[in-house]
């Protein structure tokens, strides 16, 4: 809920409790004096009170502010016009709130008009008999009916002006929150997943540096210190690429790219994973699948896709990469035969949403980045992303892309990760 719906629900509820207040205070007082007819009154004026604060507790705020708008008009109307107590100036009070606190702008109008209506019928009803001789019934209905018109249009600019100003700060504090999430997500991400394996590495190094460590055992860890430093190079370029999404200073560069050849090259560059798992590798894209897509983002979202079904496939598993032509997309599906999750997890983890990071079948950290910039980056490019899995059953990840317009044989200048690839012999 909004701070303007929270504000006009404590307004609605607190307005619902003095009807409550007054009218039990009233028809108390009216009851010990043996006056029937006025507790009928406050009897009435409490029920609208308590079914308004019913409807706003069960979820209907609007209806419950449109029946105690409406409620009240009739309550102070027929109060107003039968015992001539003055009741009636309360219609001001409803034909305000109606215009301040409804959104919809038929129902507002609608209850406004009403007690306006009604303010002026009591008004013009009820005048002492001295001012008939004084301003006759019309024009003094006509001043009535002015000053309505001139309360209803002040209060209309000042809603709409109050309206603006909480609108214009609602969106200040959310971008303000979303600017603060950003901040400690980066910071826990250099904290955690930085540190360590930089760490690991200086350690490291100076012990060889000072001779506590030997040559033969340094290359004994230098297995382990090339996955830190792969997982740290990894980690450093989601980071520019999330913190450029996060700045809103990123934009996509319209590139041919021939799919298979983007997928080798991410394969080639981040396989020290595969290799120590054992994992089977397959790249059955054809080769004319081009797309139109960024080539830096490509390899981004393919490096992010790759890394993450390595992360959850067990050793001995397999990763493979298919794409298949539908209509004016390649449609890109990276599978992996690992730990899977439940289908509800899988249809929201490329939503914007929050999605914790878990670890993978050797206990890999992830760095809760990956997901949101290959979702970021794939909608920047005007394609779409989802998966498909099961429980022990692996993953399935579809990435539609757009498919790049047939190339002509004299055409040298398709790309390749944003890179032009050589012209094709003849």
């Not at 001295?130 to 001139?150: C, E, K, Q, V, W």
Request: overall charge negative.
């Amino acid at each position: 809920m909004s701070f303007v719906e929270r504000s006009r629900l404590a307004a609605q509820n607190a307005g619902a409790w003095l009807m409550l207040g007054f009218g039990l205070l009233f028809l108390i007082l009216n009851a010990l004096q043996g006056s029937v007819a006025f507790v009928g009154i406050n009897s009435a004026f409490i029920s609208v009170g308590a079914l308004s604060l019913w409807l706003a507790s069960a979820g209907f705020q609007r209806t419950a502010l449109t029946f105690m708008s409406a409620g009240s008009c009739l309550v102070f109307f027929f109060a107003g016009v039968w015992f001539r107590n003055g009741m009636e100036n309360f219609l001001l009070v409803t034909l305000s709130a109606s215009l301040l606190m409804l959104d919809r702008t038929g129902t507002r109008w609608a209850l406004a008009g009403l007690n306006g209506a009604a303010f002026l019928y009591a008004k013009v009803l009820i005048q002492d008999g001295p001012m008939d001789s004084i301003t006759p019934p019309l024009r003094y209905g006509l001043n009535i009916l002015l000053f309505l018109l001139a309360l209803a249009g002040i209060i209309e600019f000042f809603r709409v002006l109050n309206s603006d100003y909480l609108q214009t700060l609602e969106t200040a504090n959310r971008k303000l929150a979303e600017a603060n999430h950003a901040k400690e997500k980066l910071f826990s991400v250099i904290a955690h997943d930085l540190r360590g394996p930089v760490g690991n590495l200086k350690s490291s190094l100076d012990m060889l540096g000072s001779g506590a460590l030997a040559p033969g055992e340094f290359e004994a860890l230098v297995q382990d210190l090339a996955a830190d430093v792969e997982k740290s190079h990894v980690c450093l370029e989601n980071l520019l690429c999330w913190s450029a999404t996060q700045l809103g200073g990123i934009t996509a560069k319209a590139e041919v790219v021939p799919l298979r050849e983007a997928v080798e090259e991410v394969t080639h560059l981040s396989g020290f994973a595969m290799n120590r798992k054992n994992l089977q590798y397959s790249n059955t894209i054809p080769e004319e699948a081009r797309v139109v897509f960024d080539g830096a983002q490509v390899q981004a979202v393919l490096r992010n896709l790759l890394s993450n079904a390595v992360k959850f496939t067990p050793s001995g598993g397999k990763v493979s990469f298919e794409a298949r032509r539908e209509n004016d997309q390649w449609i890109l599906s990276v599978t992996d035969t690992g730990v899977g999750m439940s289908p509800e997890k899988a249809a929201t983890i490329f939503k914007h949403q929050e999605v914790a990071s878990t670890l993978g079948t050797e206990s890999e950290k992830g760095f809760g980045l990956g997901l949101d910039i290959c979702r970021e980056f794939v909608l920047l490019n005007g394609g779409k992303i989802d998966a498909e899995s099961a429980p022990s059953q692996g993953t399935k990840v579809f990435v539609r892309l757009r498919a790049a317009q047939e190339a002509s044989p004299n055409d040298n200048h398709v790309l390749i990760a944003g890179m032009p690839a050589p012209a094709p012999s003849v």
